[in-house]
């Protein structure tokens, strides 16, 4: 069994910063890509920014320059973080990665989402 449990979201004004965290964790052998979605509300999810094992990194252009995706093997842990936000950034954001379990199976995971609200 396999989690992936996000953290980091929460109000903050317009222009502030936020840091996301995802930690991958259980019976794992491997995390290859890591990605960040996004939905707000009434709108299809959508892909952030994504980091492969090897630190090969893309972004959504809107959120180029303003996130920063990076990741820790060591902990199987993803962050996102976010500075100029915009009010237009307000949705849940979940985190994604393809595991390679120790049942040598590699499956596809979501985490359970966390808000990330931006207003004044």
């Known amino acids: 069994q396999v989690q992936l449990v996000e953290s980091g979201g929460g109000l903050v004004q317009p222009g502030g910063s936020l840091r996301l965290s995802c930690a991958a964790s259980?019976?794992?052998?491997?995390?290859?890509?890591m990605v960040w979605y996004r939905q707000a509300p009434g709108k299809q999810r959508r892909l952030v920014a994504s980091?492969?094992?090897?630190?090969?990194?893309d972004s959504a252009d809107s959120v180029k320059g303003r996130f920063a995706i990076s990741r820790d093997n060591a902990k199987n842990t993803v962050y996102l973080q976010m500075s100029s936000l915009k009010p237009e950034d307000t949705a849940v954001y979940y985190c994604?990665?393809?595991?390679?379990?120790?049942?040598?199976?590699?499956?596809?995971?979501w985490g359970q989402g966390t808000q990330v609200t931006v207003s004044s």
């Open positions: 994604n990665a393809d595991v390679r379990t120790m049942q040598q199976i590699v499956i596809n995971y």
């Open positions: 980091i492969t094992s090897d630190n090969i990194i």
């Open positions: 259980g019976s794992i052998a491997a995390v290859y890509t």
